[in-house]
């Protein structure tokens, strides 16, 4: 399979004109032919680990072709242990996000599966560029649909929602457009030759003072993404006003184009900067009160959604920690940890996209007690809270534990907040499910509400599947990320004086 | 004295303007002629492309003897005129916007009841203008071409005779523009004074030889910077534009921000990257102040406007900061960042005016909002016509400075050769203000996509007062948008060969 | 001697003429005055050697564009405009700026070195002569642009000036009262 | 005092360019504006003469015959339109233009 990766990244586009060569009226026409492309999507992405090479050092199945020869940049993409996780995360998530609005968007569901289909070209593209310029093209493409998908088919809030997560995202990515152009004129002033090659530019050696600044730059687009600690504001609105789908697909996938931002361009290209004492210090410090931060404030919430949200603050706080562990074990839990995060999240969103379909209420206080009257989705939500908290057996445990123990191995403090972290997140997660699940039926509204149909369950079912699996049987995901970790963590150790 | 002599050179360098101004009279005598009010006026649309099809191929030949030319350049009428690579890039898209004005204008005049031939003779006379404007290398040459197109655009602006915001707008643009001509001409004729000659080549040689600190050199850049950024409305001299842009008819606005302000660019590429360039510190604080605050003014007033045209006009005072820190960076970079921000600028706004153009419906000319002058006229759009609204929503991407359109690929540029140059405060700054525009043209997404039609517009499904011209300027515009974005290829093979054609 | 004597006497008819032409409260007499200055300037032209010009400016502006104006003061009835403020509200500031403009000037003015002055006689040809055989040799362009640009100017004032069939209801006497 | 050189011209000039601005920007009056618009122009007329005689030459006063009919254009037009808006508005004072904000 010569092109498969181009396949996968342009299936959904093929989708995307398929989609809008359909007549308005059309919709259920419309609904079945995006689904029918994003699970093509989903099953064309299953065969590249047939064709991929565990072990491998470098990336693999590189595709190359001429794009803009005038300014160096290419059409160039491939693929490694990392980047395979996420986007076989990106595939499944997708398909799912879009069978979850099967009974909604009638009404306008041209415009809104069209935007579903972009995203998803969005952010297998991201995931896929060697190319810093092809980079930069996916990851603000990837804005554009989110916008109108929570603009438009959000909460009542949405279109401030909706600008708020545009603007900001975009202010973060043109900085970190600044550092893409100063690393690529300092490479060209070294080697006389312009390009955006991602394995090429990352022979440059930079003068320390650039470099920061680069570091900078960088940082500032993939923290507003992650989102890190101060810059993290426009998440719980987007988050809230969002549909299920576009909350889920925030959550599993855009987030995560952050904390591979730092893994893929930031460490490698930037290595100096990024072990500078005072940078590691000053990222691990805004990690940790993400991962403080975000607990506690979920602790205070009152609104089922908004909670979810804020838990993610603190989950990525987990990944940028392991990731400035700079260590193996610190970096590899770091990228498990955002696949489990974005199984674990998905499925808390779907469910409370479920419940909202259903009662039309996201208030905490409004339910209780529906474990009596919904049994499947009690199970359901528990497996989803369960590894979201990180309990052993399931996926979030592994992540979890193996950040920490990076962390461990350079800062004991860091890793004894990260400990409080987990414990908050257990706690603010329990009483979450104390809330709504337990007890009594608080209210009899929420008597007759019907318990998950087949479709919400074949939904959630291959993500508690891999919750399980992933739980029980770590060691693909660890021997997928171990070459590629292991390249980074020693790129970084030979700049290490 | 030189006796007179008339070429073959001569000839192709002049074939143009000689085709503009014969059109221009051929359409006022067809008006007289012909017999009914209906066929004259239909006529005169079709006899105008013709004309421009005309000067089109008069422009191809000028490429084709351009590109066996030594040094991609021909000068003609013993250096007053030249073809070269600058002045066909000018004239390509003036050609261009002014087809599209031709294109758009007719239904729009139907509906102010003044569809008249004289509308059709003054475009032309305006593309003639800045015909040479674009290609003048003599100071005599390039102060007659401006003030010809000028004229041509007050009288424009002012058409619409009855309705009193035309009158104002002409006016007001008239008295301020008249000005700037004055401090230009004033700059001109200092420079004639320091050179003795009005040729640009014998005048740039006495820049040089006086040097940038010279007295006289500092009184004549800073005339004339001043009269030309009045031209391309930079802040603070831009005053007019709002006034003008929103008073004028909206093809005319169009033609205004478009034709006139490439032409405009054109000029100061000219004089200020050519023949005055030794003059550059003299220039560049006065270029650095008037892009930052035009950056500045331009995108904070484009956030408190209610009024489309209004709305646009602060957008284009943003755009021409960004044209103007790519004068501030001294690189081929700089140059060609210029040129590509020009073209895709021209692309970008000739749709989104073809695109307000259609939003344009029958109202009573005394209104003081005619429907589809508020942005609140936009509101439920996407509803009613989503073909429209989506192409829209790609020229306002394109606008902001999102990729995968054209308009990134401007923006890019112009970092590029701003940070290359070591100018990395602009460049923040130039970056920073990415975002602001972002969130101002996403309120016109926001009325067309996100917020409801107000309830007394839901019955009235009015189409689009859309001709075939309005959509195929629309749809050509926004597809070009989209595809220079994705393949810019082209497009950067034709500024580099430009730049390197700049004298 | 007399040369002087009139450059500064011509100087003066010109500022001020120039002077009492933008501070007049009533048009009309602006218009006067513009005509004084206009005819100081016409004087410098001929103390330098440019006779076509001086007999240019004489029958082209006073002759044309003073006229211009005043008819169009008479057309327009500016009976009520001569009672009210006549200044913007910003002038004291827009005043010292043009003075400090003024200042500026001409210190750059003196300061500056002029070219050497050319040599060279001027040619037997007189200077009406001379000015036509530049005209049709160097800037024979712009010598047909120009022609361009008064046919555009022709057209426009036609059609500003018109008075639009069926809409004279618009400039009915009853607007006019402000 | 005896000589008359072109510097003196040139200063002539400046003030009357000055005046000629002044008058633009603080008039109210659109009349007004126009002839201190004429002014402006004549500031440049008087330049070219000036230089044209420092040069012995006539290119500047070629100039001066275009800038010239510029300035006659521009009155027509300006006039013309100035009657437009006075139809229908019945105004001639610049500010109240109160449709456009100056």
Not at chain 1, 351 to 365: A, T
Not at chain 1, 470 to 488: D, K, N, T
């Amino acid at each position: 399979m010569p092109h498969l990766l181009s396949l996968v990244l342009f299936l959904p586009l093929a989708g995307l004109l398929a989609v809008l060569a359909i007549p308005t009226t059309q919709w259920r026409a419309i609904r079945l032919t995006a689904n029918f492309f994003s699970l093509l999507t989903f099953l064309a992405s299953l065969l590249i680990p047939a064709f991929f090479h565990i072990g491998v050092p470098g990336f693999q199945m590189v595709e190359r072709a001429s794009w803009i020869p005038t300014i160096g940049a290419q059409y160039l993409i491939g693929i490694d242990g990392i980047s395979l996780l996420l986007v076989l995360l990106s595939t499944l998530i997708s398909a799912l996000a879009m069978w979850c609005s099967w009974n909604n968007a009638s009404e306008r569901g041209k415009l809104y599966y069209a935007m579903l289909l972009m995203l998803e070209t969005g952010v297998l593209g991201v995931f896929l560029s060697l190319d810093l310029f092809l980079f930069y093209l996916f990851w603000d493409v990837v804005l554009i649909p989110m916008y109108f998908i929570i603009g438009i088919y959000g909460g009542p809030r949405r279109s401030y929602a909706a600008i708020k997560f545009f603007v900001y995202t975009l202010l973060g990515s043109v900085f970190m457009l600044l550092g893409f152009l100063a690393l690529y004129f300092q490479y060209a002033k070294q080697f006389g030759v312009y390009t955006f090659d991602l394995t090429k530019l990352i022979q440059v050696t930079l003068d320390p003072a650039i470099e920061k600044w680069i570091f900078f730059a960088l940082f500032l687009g993939f923290a507003v993404k992650v989102p890190m600690f101060p810059f993290h504001t426009w998440l719980p609105d987007a988050h809230v006003e969002a549909p299920t789908a576009g909350s889920v697909l925030l959550a599993s996938l855009l987030l995560k184009m952050g904390t591979y931002g730092f893994i893929r361009f930031s460490l490698p290209l930037l290595p100096r900067a990024s072990m500078e004492p005072w940078i590691v210090n000053l990222m691990v410090t805004l990690s940790l009160i993400a991962i403080i931060y975000g607990a506690l404030v979920c602790l205070t919430q009152r609104d089922w959604k908004k909670l979810i949200a804020y838990s993610s603050v603190s989950h990525l706080g987990f990944c940028t920690l392991g990731i400035f562990a700079l260590n193996q074990s610190g970096l590899s839990g770091s990228v498990i940890q955002q696949v489990n995060h974005g199984i674990s999240t998905a499925l808390l969103f779907l469910l409370v996209g479920f419940i909202y379909e259903r009662r039309h209420s996201r208030e905490i206080s409004d339910f209780g007690g529906l474990a009596q009257v919904m049994p499947a989705f009690a199970t359901v939500f528990a497996i989803a809270v369960f590894s979201s908290a990180g309990l052993p057996l399931l996926n979030g445990f592994i992540g979890d534990f193996t950040i920490l123990s990076g962390a461990f191995a350079v800062n004991r403090i860091w890793a004894g907040v990260g400990v409080i972290g987990l414990i908050l997140g257990a706690a603010y997660l329990l009483w979450l499910y104390q809330r709504t699940m337990m007890g009594p039926l608080k209210y009899e509204a929420n008597r007759f509400l019907s318990d998950l149909s087949i479709r919400e369950r074949l939904i959630v079912f291959p993500l508690v599947i891999l919750a399980f699996a992933i739980g029980i049987y770590p060691r693909p995901l660890f021997e997928a990320v171990s070459s590629p970790v292991q390249e980074i963590v020693e790129r970084l150790n030979s700049v290490r004086f | 004295m030189a006796p007179f002599s008339y070429n073959a050179t001569d000839h192709l360098a002049l074939l143009p303007p000689i085709l503009m101004a014969l059109f221009a009279c051929a359409i006022m005598l067809l008006d007289v002629l012909s017999p009914s009010a209906e066929s004259s006026r239909r006529g005169t649309v079709f006899f105008s492309l013709l004309g421009m099809t005309f000067v089109a191929y008069s422009l191809a030949l000028q490429i084709r003897a351009v590109t066996h030319a030594p040094g991609f350049a021909i000068p003609a009428f013993q250096g007053s005129l030249i073809i070269d690579a600058l002045s066909l890039f000018t004239n390509g898209l003036v050609w261009f916007s002014t087809v599209i004005l031709l294109l758009c204008a007719y239904r729009y005049l139907e509906i102010a009841h003044e569809h008249r031939s004289e509308f059709y003779a003054l475009a032309f006379f305006a593309e003639c203008g800045m015909y040479f404007m674009a290609g003048a290398v003599d100071l005599i040459a390039l102060f007659v071409g401006l003030e010809t197109s000028a004229l041509a655009f007050y009288i424009l602006v002012g058409f619409t005779r009855a309705n009193r915001q035309s009158n104002e707008a002409a006016l007001k643009y008239l008295l301020l523009g008249a000005m700037a001509s004055g401090f230009v001409a004033y700059g001109f004729s200092v420079l004639y004074g320091i050179s003795g000659s009005t040729q640009l080549s014998e005048v740039s040689k006495a820049v040089v030889r006086r040097g940038s600190a010279d007295p006289f050199v500092i009184l004549a850049v800073v005339t004339i910077a001043v009269g030309l950024l009045f031209k391309i409305a930079g802040v603070p001299f831009h005053t007019w534009a709002p006034d003008a842009y929103d008073g004028a008819p909206t093809p005319v606005t169009a033609h205004i921000a478009v034709a006139s302000k490439v032409a405009g660019f054109a000029v100061l590429i000219r004089l200020l990257l050519g023949s005055l360039a030794s003059a550059r510190p003299i220039w560049a604080p006065i270029l650095a102040v008037t892009a930052v605050a035009s950056l500045t003014v331009g995108s904070i007033a484009a956030l408190t406007q209610d009024r489309l045209k209004r709305f646009f006009a602060y957008s284009s005072i943003a755009h021409a900061g960004y044209i103007l820190l790519g004068f501030l960076a001294d690189s081929d970079d700089g140059r060609r960042g210029i040129l590509i921000y020009v073209f895709i600028y021209a692309l970008m706004n000739l749709g989104a005016f073809a695109f307000l153009i259609s939003l344009r419906r029958p109202g009573s000319a005394a209104d003081r909002h005619t429907p589809g002058d508020l942005i609140g006229d936009l509101r439920g759009l996407s509803k009613r016509h989503p073909l429209q609204a989506a192409l829209f929503v790609v020229l306002l991407l394109s606008l902001s400075g999102l990729p995968p359109t054209a308009g990134f690929l401007a923006k890019y540029f112009i970092f590029i050769a701003l940070i290359n140059t070591g100018h990395i405060t602009l460049a923040v700054i130039a970056a920073a203000y990415v975002a602001v525009s972002l969130y101002f043209y996403f309120r016109l997404v926001r009325e067309m996509y996100l917020l409801e039609p107000r309830p007394a517009e839901q019955h009235t499904v009015e189409p689009l007062a859309s001709s075939l011209g309005i959509r195929l300027a629309l749809g050509t515009t926004a597809g070009l948008t989209l595809l220079i974005g994705l393949y810019p290829e082209p497009l950067l093979r034709l500024a580099f060969l430009v730049t390197g054609g700049v004298p | 001697m007399l040369s002087a004597a009139l450059f500064y006497f011509f100087s003066l008819l010109t500022l001020m003429g120039a002077i009492l032409c933008v501070t007049r409260r009533n048009p009309v007499l602006s218009g006067a005055w513009l005509i004084v200055s206009l005819l100081g300037v016409a004087g410098l032209f001929l103390l330098v050697g440019a006779e076509f010009l001086f007999v240019a400016q004489i029958i082209l502006y006073i002759g044309g564009i003073t006229l211009l104006f005043l008819f169009v003061i008479m057309l327009v009835n500016l009976e009520g405009i001569v009672r009210v403020r006549q200044f913007r509200r910003s002038w004291p500031l827009v005043m010292a700026v043009g003075i400090g403009l003024v200042v500026e000037i001409v210190i750059l003015l003196l300061r500056g070195r002029l070219p050497a002055e050319a040599t060279t006689e001027a040619s037997a040809a007189g200077n009406t002569e001379q000015l036509a055989d530049v005209l049709f040799s160097s800037y024979f362009v712009p010598f047909e642009l120009a022609s361009v640009l008064l046919l555009a100017a022709i057209l426009g004032s036609i059609w500003m000036g018109q008075r639009r069939p069926g809409r004279q209801a618009h400039s009915g006497a009853g607007e006019r009262v402000e | 005092m005896t000589t008359v050189s072109p510097l003196h011209y040139l200063i002539v000039s400046a003030v009357l360019l000055v005046i000629g601005t002044l008058g633009v920007l603080l008039r109210r009056n659109i009349v007004v504006i126009l002839m201190s618009i004429e002014l402006i122009l004549n500031a440049v007329n008087i330049n070219l003469v000036a230089f044209s005689h420092l040069h012995r030459q006539v290119n500047g006063q070629a100039f001066v015959l275009f800038v010239m009919a510029v300035a006659v254009a521009e009155a027509a037009v300006g006039l013309g339109i100035l009657i437009a808006l006075f139809r229908n508005r019945g105004t001639v004072l610049a500010d109240e233009m109160d449709l456009l904000k100056w």
